[in-house]
């Protein structure tokens, strides 16, 4: 008797471990963030608010070291799964951060401050860059995202019915928020567009929705998929 407690026992906690460790799976890559762009912020923000527009070239100079140790952090970044889709544009992305890099070690060498100013004003374009191609337009977007994307790359290739009817209702319910959130200032010139896909989104999701709870053909609700993951890739677009 103590024999099968113990095997039960070693049963559900490996079924317990086996959670754990397909949840953090889907945490890390669903995760957008890159950590060692955000740290790199530490030493952009004082070279660009309080060095660059007092004119203080010492202190542009004295931030050198830390730039130059953070972008290379930066160079050797791995982005995860959900950013497959940026893995082009971030490659171009860090090209330019590094010459920027570059370009400002080679201005600190001379006594030319408008060269170095243009350098610094260089590097944090390059850095703005970056940022806007990870960072998701609005959380809203962001929580799309996460679901489609294992709905699209995991659980309708690999036929888990479970996660996949759970992910296709919440799914729904993250279409419908899409449709009243606030874009920032500088996405608002695309409002009118991204309201027009956001409602080609809901449409598509609830038809989603609807071939699921009906337990239509799975070549149905794959093709159904396929639509509703195209039409986020066009909202995605709008921003790029």
């Known amino acids: 008797m103590k024999n099968k ?13 086996y959670s754990y460790c397909q949840n953090d ?8 963030s890159v950590p060692e762009l955000f740290e790199y912020h530490d030493v952009i923000y004082p070279m660009w608010h309080t060095a660059y527009p007092n004119k203080d070239y010492q202190m542009l100079k004295d931030l050198l070291p830390q730039l130059i140790a953070g ?10 799964g959900i950013l497959r889709d940026k893995e082009d544009d971030w490659k171009n992305g860090v090209k330019k951060l590094h010459k920027s890099v570059d370009d400002y070690n080679e201005a600190c060498k001379y006594k030319d401050d ?39 790359h995991h659980y309708a290739p690999n036929k888990n019915l479970t996660e996949l009817n759970k992910a296709i209702d919440n ?26 896909v956001a409602d080609e989104l809901d449409i598509s999701t609830k038809e989603l929705k609807k071939l699921k709870d009906l337990k239509a053909d799975y070549k149905q609700i794959e093709n159904a998929i396929d639509k509703v ?12």
Do not use: G
């Open 71 to 80: 972008a290379e952090k930066i160079y050797n970044v791995k982005l995860s």
């Open 114 to 152: 408008q060269k170095l100013l243009s350098a610094a004003e260089e590097l944090h374009s390059n850095f703005e860059f970056l940022v806007r191609i990870i960072k998701p337009v609005t959380k809203e977007v962001d929580e799309f995202h996460k679901v489609i994307y294992m709905i699209y």
């Open 25 to 32: 799976h889907t945490i890390s890559e669903t995760n957008s």
């Open 171 to 196: 799914l729904a319910m993250r279409a419908e928020e899409l449709k009243s959130c606030v874009l920032p200032k500088w996405a608002s010139p695309k409002k009118d567009d991204f309201l027009k």
């Open 229 to 240: 993951h195209s039409i986020y890739q066009k909202l995605e677009a709008l921003f790029d």
């Open 5 to 17: 407690l113990l095997v039960l026992f070693f049963i559900v906690l490996s079924a317990i471990q």
